[in-house]
């Protein structure tokens, strides 16, 4: 979710949604028909077809909440010094990281129905993407500060001094977590993914950002490229930036009429696979594979649009093979209220890719289907497709993915031309404010990170998880996708 001001900060919230919704809809809600379908897939009806009102009763009244096959177990409200919008959320041992854009919150899973909030961190500078790997917690900021400090203020990206990237932390022991380590990078840092070298002796960060502006000195267009950033694991303050690759010497796609979210100027996340080398990158206008053998150079192998209905491609989920790949649309930023029945069940949603392998080892994603949730929202809901992980059933590809205000879903998309959902968690107009962020699956529960209201506790029904809960995993980064076997 995004919405660009003068000091490149993300604002999230009940008033940003509302505030991103407007002016969205009045980018998007006019454009004109689209040139090109993606792949083999159609679709009648563009944005060029949509309203700013929907004729239709929600399924879930305001006010209320409903679900099917999912089970709320707890939530543990914004407290203390992180009032603001809660984000991403990373695993390892028995704790949960969650991401808040004033810093972070560490809870124990000792209880995984009823987690403990056992630390607290206070270190603005949204979005505060999140990540762990052994030792080391990385937070993204992509909000124009005064220096790299936790006690930074707001500073316009126009000042040749603000400061944005990423800052790394020690948590060899995640009840004091220590901040070791900073390193700026152009354009900030919105999201990162993690690449372990082969040798698993140094960790590389993928930076991802966007948004270039001629009055940015640390953000200047072109900005076709990402940092990727070396973090020796014995020594992390020896971090540093040792590569910029350029992912799209042809300038990426250029853009439409639907508005700036479309051109592609940075990518917005990257999800890794080493175990096989790969990493796909949702890239604003473009989706794309790339071959990550060489940590250090990562190549692009494939790429794709979709100029009939994806308007901001935002992440990527690889299956547990690796033989498909779900994109999302971030359509509108994360403001709009695309789960109307004035918008077209392929807005708003998620892609859902193959990945043919092909003579000499060439490999192309092949366009199969679409999926939304099939609930109407209020015109007042921001709901679009967002930030989910896989449910690790053996034989099938299940996955538990936020929609914001559209709540939890859970689907399966083993038959990529045919997915269809499974279950669904759902609050009503008026119970948050921005809705679910995250939603992500680990070990026998799914978790959740709400913008408003904090972090919540899930049991999904025995008939979807069953085989899932046996599987113990002791971390979890869903922009770093681990195999948890077949």
Not at 251 to 268: I, L, W
Not at 317 to 344: I, Q, R, W
Not at 472 to 484: D, F, G, K, T
Request: glycine share 8%; with cysteine; aromatic share 10%.
């Amino acid at each position: 979710m995004r919405r660009t001001t003068l000091t490149r900060s993300h604002v999230r919230g009940a008033a940003a949604a509302a505030l991103a919704a407007a002016l969205a809809a009045a980018t998007l809600a006019v454009a004109a028909p689209s040139l090109a379908s993606p792949g083999d897939g159609t679709a009648e009806q563009s944005i060029a077809g949509t309203t700013s009102t929907s004729s239709a009763d929600p399924d879930v009244p305001p006010g209320e909440t409903e679900s099917s096959k999912i089970t709320h177990l707890s939530n543990q409200p914004k407290n203390g010094a992180l009032l603001s919008t809660g984000s991403d959320i990373a695993f390892q041992g028995k704790y949960a990281f969650a991401g808040n854009y004033d810093g972070f919150t560490v809870y124990d899973l000792s209880d995984p129905e009823n987690p403990e909030q056992v630390v607290q961190v206070y270190c603005p500078g949204g979005q505060n993407d999140i990540s762990v790997y052994k030792d080391i917690l990385v937070l993204s900021t992509d909000s124009s500060r005064s220096d790299d400090s936790c006690s930074s203020t707001s500073l316009s990206a126009t000042e040749k001094s603000a400061w944005e990237g990423i800052k790394i932390w020690d948590i060899s022991n995640p009840l004091a977590p220590e901040y070791v380590q900073s390193v700026e990078t152009d354009c900030g840092s919105h999201t990162h993914s993690l690449a372990p070298s082969k040798n698993k002796r140094d960790l590389y960060v993928y930076v991802s950002s966007y948004f270039p502006s001629a009055t940015f000195p640390d953000c200047q267009p072109p900005h076709d490229k990402i940092a990727i950033v070396k973090i020796p694991l014995r020594t992390p303050t020896a971090a540093r930036i040792v590569a910029e690759p350029n992912l799209f010497p042809d300038g990426g796609y250029e853009g439409d009429d639907r508005g700036s979210y479309t051109q592609t100027t940075g990518c917005h996340d990257i999800t890794t696979y080493a175990k096989y080398d790969l990493a796909a990158g949702a890239c604003m206008g473009d989706g794309i594979l790339m071959d990550i053998s060489n940590r250090e150079r990562p190549r692009v192998i494939d790429r794709v649009r979709d100029t009939e209905n994806f308007a901001f491609w935002h992440s990527a989920t690889f299956n547990n093979d690796a033989t498909k790949v779900v994109f999302t649309d971030e359509l509108g930023g994360g403001g709009l209220a695309t789960c109307t029945d004035e918008y077209a069940p392929e807005l708003g949603a998620n892609g859902i890719y193959d990945i043919k392998r092909k003579w000499f080892g060439k490999k192309d994603l092949v366009f199969k289907s679409y999926y939304k949730i099939p609930r109407i929202n209020t015109e007042n809901e921001n709901c679009v497709a967002h930030n989910g992980s896989l449910i690790p059933v053996k034989g099938k590809d299940i996955m538990v993915q936020s929609w914001y205000q559209g709540g939890v879903s859970v689907y399966d998309f083993t038959d990529s031309r045919n997915p269809r959902e499974l279950a669904w968690f759902d609050r009503g107009e008026g119970v948050s404010g921005g809705g679910t962020w995250s939603t992500y699956y680990y070990n026998g529960y799914a978790y959740s990170n709400d913008l408003a209201i904090g972090f919540d506790t899930f049991e999904i029904d025995d008939s979807i998880d069953r085989k899932a809960e046996k599987v113990r995993l002791r971390s979890l980064n869903p922009q770093m996708q681990e195999s948890y076997g077949r």
